[in-house]
Each structure stands twice: as C-alpha cells, then as structure tokens.
C-alpha cells in the first residue's frame, strides 16, 4: 500500500513536471511581455524594457528559464515558495494567495449544492423510473448540460438580481403568482409522491394550499424584508426534521430512535434563546464552532441515554437531526440579520449584487452583516455553476442507482422480505454513494478550472480572473502560478478519488495493475 | 383443479410475454437494422436529429460561400453579414432601434401574422442583419464543432485502441500521457492557444483544440479494448489465423462502436459550449468573423435595451448542444443490448388484469 502510494506519488510528480513545461514554453513562445512596451512612445522606453528584461530574466531561453521557475516553485517543501515576480512587481504568491480562497469558497459551495440537490433528484427519478417526472426530470437535465454558463449567468443577473431587487423595493406579490407557484410546487410534489391517481391528486392538493398559502403570507406580512422564523416554527419544522431523518435513516418503527431524536428537537428549542443571547454577545466562527461541538456531543450521549441496541445507527440519526435543527437556528440568526443588512448604506435594499465577493463600501463591523454579505455575493455564481453542475449529478446518480437495483443482493435483500425503506436506503443507496463519492472528489477540482467563466461574468477576483489577467498581460509567472496550483489540484484529486474507492469498495484491490 | 393450471399458465406467458415480444421484433435482422430501429422508436432523439440538420441545412445555405474559393455559390438570405442596410426606426417597442420582424402569431390572435419580415432577428448596433450574423456564427460554432470532434474522436480511438490491444508498455506509456494531457486544464490551453493564433482563423484554432480533446475517449476505449479482447470470439478469430489488424477492425472495433458514438457526441456537445466560452472570453474566434460566442459577448451590454442581441445567438447555442445531447441518449439506448423496450401503458394494463384475474382464481 505504501509503496503504492509511493510510486503513484513519484509518477503524478513526473506527470506534473512534464506538463508545466510544456505549458511554460507555450505560454512563453505565444507571447513576448515586452510587446507593449516596444510600441509605446515613452522617452524611457529602452530603459523600461531592460528593466523588466532583469526582472523577468527574459534573456534566458524559456526552456531554461523554466527550471529557474522550477526551482522557485519547489521552495514550497522548505516552506519558502517563490512563484516569481508578476508583471506589475508583486509576488505570484501573494496573488495566488488572494485569490484561492475566493474561487475555493465558490467552488466548494456549488459543488455542495449540485451533488445534494441531484443526487436527491437523480435518486427519486430512479425510483420513478419512465414516469412523467422521470422524463421532464431528464429533460431538465439535459436543458441545464446544454446551456453555455456565460448566458446563464447574464439571464440570472438580469431577471433573477435586478428584477427582485425592484421586486423587494415594494414587496406585493401579485395574485398571479402566489397562484402559479402553488401551482408549480404541487406538480412538483405530486408527481414526486403520488403512485396512484388518487394520492397523486391529493398531493397536489395539498402542496398547492401549503406553498401559495406560504407565498401568501410572506407577501402580506412583509417578510421578505424583515425574515424571522421564531421560536416556535423552529419547533414545528425541527419536530418534523425529526420524523423525517427518523423514517429514512432506520424507520418509524425504531422507537428509541424517533424518542433520541425528538429529544434533540425539543433541546433546539430549549437552547433558542440562549444560543441567540451567544450569537448576540460573542459573534465570530469560534462560537459557532463550539456550540456545534457542544451539539455534536450532546447529540451523542442522547442518542445513547434512549438506545440500548444497535446503537450505532441511532447515534447517528440523533446528530443528524441535532446539526439540522441547529441549522435552522442558525438560519433563523441570518435572517435576523436580513432587515439590519438591508438597511445599511452600502445595501439600501439592494440585497442582491450582481459583482463582486464582497461589498466594498459596507463598514459595517458586525460579524453577522459581513457574513450575510458573503453569502448574498455567493448567491448568484454559485447559483449559475450549481445549475450546470447537478445535471451531471442527476444523470449519474439515477444510473448508478438503477444499475445497483438490478444487482442480486437487492433481489436477495427484498426476497428475505426486508422493507422497501431499508432495500432502497440501507442497500441500494450506499452502494449508489460508491462511485458518486469519487466523481465529487475528481469533480471539485474540475470545477476549480470551470470557474473561470463564471469568475469572469461576475467580477470575482478569483484564480480565473488572474489566469485571464496572466494571458492577456503576457504575465508568465502569474498563468504558470495559477496553473500549478489547478493542476496540482486536479492530479492530487484523482488520485485520492482512486485511494477513495478502494477504500470504499473493498472489491477493488489498489496496486492492481495501476 | 384443471382450470386454475390453466390460468397459471395464462400468467407466466403474460409475464414472458415481454421477453416474446422483443425476441420477435429482432427476428431476422441484423445488428444495423436492430439500432436504427431501436432509434427511430425514441422520440426525443428523432426530433433532435430533425432539428440538427434543419439548423444545419439553414445556416450553410443561408449565405454565400465560395466553392474552392473562385465560384461563388449564392445563399437563399437577402443580407450578407457584410451588407450595410439601413437601422429600421419607428415600430418598434420602447424608442428602440432595429427590433426584430419575425413574426409568429397569427393576425386573427391579434398579431402580425406569420412571417419573417425584413429583419427576422433584428439589427445590430451598425445596422448589419442579425439574422445573417447569427447564421454565419452557427456555421463557425459547428464547423470548429465538428473538427475539434472529428480530431478528438479520431485520436481517441487510434489511442485508446492501440493501449487497450497492445497493452503492457506501449499501454503504460500512452496511458501516462494520458494522464499528462488531462492535467492541462483545457480552458488554460484553449485561452494561450486562442490569444496567439485565434486571429489564424476559427479552423486553425478548432485543430489545435482537437489536439487536446481526446484523452477522456481514449480512456474509455482502451476500457472497452480490454474486456473486449479476452472474449471468445476474439479467440476464435486469432486460431482461425486473422491477423491483429483483421481482430481490431472486424471484430473488436465494431463491437465498440456503441461506446465510441455515444461519447463522440458527447465530445461534440461539449466542444460547441467550449468554442463559444472561449469566444465569449475573447480568446476563441475573433472579429471581424463571427461566432455565436463571440455574438453574446459582444452584445451582452445592450441586452436590457435590445435583448434580441442576446436571445438568439443563446438559442442556437442550446438547440445545437441538446439535440446533441438528445441523439446521443438516443443512440446509448439503440446500442445498449440490455436496453429493454419501455413497456407501453397498454401493454402494463393488460399484464396488472390478467394477474388480478389469475389472483381472483386462486
């Protein structure tokens, strides 16, 4: 195994190498960075051109200068990387520095949203295999895979950011839509739930009342500009948090589950207010993170306390009961944020940016704002790249899952007559998560070089931008900068989707023929 | 006694009646004739294809072209992305300029009737047609489309075939390259690629593109090379004396092609998004031609004023890479010989009454 890793390891260097210097030399000979210069009028022009000549070493041959890139590059195992110098004289690293955790917080968000939202989808069509909602899901996803990001993102822009934030300054929601949007979501719901005509019916029904009895009250209560959930839908949605994560992870019947995680519920609601007061008075991920590992703990000696078999599954349930209903309170923290937020002068109720990371001109200290103000930056690019990216997801998921339900262990698992939850839950989806595992894992770093576009549409100054930035400008040391790191990335990525699987599936024996 | 074997007997052959079914339809025909079949039956792939090759047959034809460059073949469209007509002014909604003319709603609805009108998809900025605009950057998407796919293809079978036949160093070596390419992100190489030589033209660009296309193919038929040549009937031919040649071309290759066609048109859908993102970031096809990448970036900034700049170009965009999509679907079910048929509503029925009845026997 280790010298598995070893030689795979060795080999990805090798392969890394080969790659960055065949890009340096096609980068290098493609453009000369002193183009410009020699077409400018400055009286200094000679002097200019020398300059950057030293600076850039430009008088050595770029398959040589390579390796003086080379060894710069390979101070990251002395903890002293040095990248070179960009074209206006700041270090590559410091760019790089910048701009990673920008495209990584990007990136890692769709890539969160696109995997949950189409692995759900994918699973139900599979379920619902040639049904109505199998086909239009399909034609979803193939809509969504054909579209080009750059237009999607321009669309979202124009309706989605500037046509709500319009909406928002006079909050009416017309009757027509509180209509269509019941109407819509019971199509949804119908054809997701509903077998027979009858259940079919009385979903829709039901989930037409529900969702424009919602967009109801949202309009007349004016909620969209001043959210809260409170204390006591809190309760409601955690109490139905717990049955729900009860009925799919061991099933109803499993009473020391369903007590384990009512339990958990009902603390949610007991902590509402002294978490809040924690929020309130010491604000910052510090707080946030030990009040989850508060969480996590007590979660865990809940679930224990009503188990006295098969703990472990019911462990679990607990906790991921316990991390959703404190998500909700923390959601409903957010939105306590949302009327404060929109107030401020750099907002002026205009919470939806269409450029950028982050508002420049907002002063505001407050940790909340600030976070909230990330998150509404986000909103859009991530919302642009999750849209082409669950496609994708979708289509895998419902095929590995039909592929595992034609396997005979599931013939076996139904034959031994073992309920549809635990077939479609315990059996069919774990070995579904198998290969899903890994595409993520290979995917995210995908997706790292796929967010240039999206980078670009909405201004972010991320790895993409600079890379832009690098070719344009004829900037070297800045493209090879941000190549190395994607690229390192990408091989990294592969090889632990490899390690992943074997790890995952013990039918696959690493070393074998690699 | 007698009569409930005989609706046991009843229900099994309901139940296999499926399996007849399918069995029959493939009677006597042969491998070709079993796939068209098995695609023209899906509906969606059908409609994608017509699409396809009316988008196709419109946009070649639309313009002039020149044959060998000397004769000049002319095109059924009045304008030519060239020409120069006057902005149309007036009837248009909100003082905008060039609005388009097409029309789809009959007079009797209150519309202008069917019809194309001057200017079907409006004006530009300069007055140039956009229709004629939009026709020349369709042909541009799928000609740098179709050769970034055609080379892709080609070097991913010849690749992928020659590692999975050959195995042992030759495999590992192609593989390590493989391996090598895809560590280049293809939007780095394509954005170096395009800023140097994007003003050779869009088909110089579209080869060196192909170039780097390959390596996701050729993984995927050295995968189906090698489980392919341990199968008996590769056996069979190698003691019967063919040579390696006559074993990849006449028995391994076209067991293959399902595979290799569904990913082509993968591959092809995937390098028309390529070729308008990169024109889109300006380092694809540059002006003065057209692309319909280039026709969205370039008009972007009008779009709340004039959105018609902005629609159509993305509309062909999307028709183009869905059909492609579709048909591939189409054809993954056509060569998947454990596809089954979707069993008709009908068909369904009959089966859930028969075992109703043969329940209500028991």
Known sequence: ?514 | MARKSKVSVESTEVLSGENAIQNKEIEGLSQGQIVRKRFFRHRAAVISLVTIIVIVVMAFTALDFRLFGIWRVPGWWKWTPEDLPELRFGDCPNDTVGCPTISLLPKFLGGQGIGLGTHPFGQDDIGRDFFALVMKGTQRSISVMVIIGGIGATLGVIVGSISGFYRGRIDAILMRFVDFMITIPVIIIGSVIGYRYGNLGAVFLAFLLGLFAWTGLSRLVRGEFLSLREREFVDAARVAGATNKRIIFKHILPNAIGVIIVSVTLLLSGAILLETALSYIGFGVVPPDVSLGLLISQYQDSFTTRPWLFWYPGLFIISIALSINFIGDGLRDAFDPRQRRRISKKERQDSATARKLAQAND
């Open chain 1, 1 to 514: 195994m280790v010298a598995f890793v070893l030689r795979r390891l060795g080999v990805l260097s090798v392969i890394l190498f080969g790659s960055s210097f065949i890009l340096y030399n096609v980068a290098a000979i493609s453009g000369d960075p002193t183009a410009d210069l020699r077409l400018s009028t400055d009286p200094n022009r000679d002097f200019l051109i020398a300059s950057l000549t030293r600076e850039l070493q430009l008088d050595v041959p770029p398959p040589l200068r390579y390796f003086l890139w080379l060894k710069g590059v390979l101070g990251v195992f002395v903890g002293n990387p040095n990248f070179g110098m960009g074209r206006d004289g700041s270090a590559v690293v410091d760019s790089l520095a910048l701009a990673l955790p920008v495209t990584l917080r990007l990136v890692l968000a769709a890539t969160i949203f696109a995997a949950i939202l189409g692995i759900m989808i994918g699973i139900v069509t599979a379920l619902r295999q040639y049904s109505r909602f199998d086909y239009s899901m399909t034609f979803i996803a193939f809509l969504l895979f054909s579209l080009p990001v750059f237009w999607v993102a321009v669309l979202l822009k124009e309706y989605l950011a500037i046509s709500f934030n319009n909406f928002l300054r006079e909050p009416q929601i017309p009757i027509s839509w509180i209509i269509g949007i019941g109407l819509v979501s019971g199509l949804f719901w119908a054809s997701v739930i509903g077998r027979s005509r009858k259940s079919f019916w009385l979903t829709y029904a039901a989930a037409f009342a529900i969702s424009s009895g919602l967009v109801a009250i949202f309009g007349v209560t004016g909620w969209l500009l001043n959210p809260s959930l409170g204390p006591v839908v809190v309760l409601l949605l955690s109490i139905g948090i717990a049955f729900g994560v009860t009925q799919l992870s061991v099933g109803l019947i499993n009473k020391a589950a369903l007590r384990a995680s009512l339990t958990m519920a009902g603390l949610s609601i007991v902590a509402y207010y002294p978490v809040h007061w924690v929020f309130d008075n010491y604000p910052g991920s510090l707080s946030i993170f030990l009040l989850a590992c508060a969480l996590i703990t007590t979660a865990v000696f809940v679930g224990l306390a009503f188990s006295k078999i098969d703990r472990a599954p019911i462990v679990r349930t607990t906790i991921i009961t316990a991390v959703l209903s404190a998500g909700l309170v923390l959601v409903d923290q957010f939105m306590q944020t949302w009327k404060p937020y929109m107030e401020t002068d750099a907002i002026n109720y205009r919470p939806v940016p269409t450029v950028g990371q982050r508002s420049d001109l907002l002063d505001s200290t407050d940790f909340w704002i600030t976070s909230l103000d990330v998150i509404t930056h986000l909103f859009l690019p991530t919302l642009a790249l999750t849209l082409i990216g669950f496609a994708g997801y979708i289509r895998f998921a419902r095929g590995t899952l039909l592929e595992v339900l034609n396997q005979d262990y599931i013939r076996t698992a139904r034959a031994k007559g073992l309920t549809e939850r635990t077939v479609i839950m315990r059996h069919a989806f774990r070995n579904t998560m198998i290969p899903m595992a890994t595409i993520l894992v290979a995917d995210f770093a995908g997706v790292v070089g796929g967010a240039f576009i999206t980078e670009s549409v909405f201004a972010w100054s991320g790895m993409g931008t600079l890379a832009l930035q690098g070719i344009r400008g004829q900037d070297l040391n800045l493209l090879m900068g941000v190549f190395f790191i994607t690229a390192t990335m990408a091989v990294l990525a592969n090889f632990v989707a490899d390690l992943l699987y074997s790890a995952l599936d013990p039918r696959i024996r690493v070393g074998s023929g690699a």
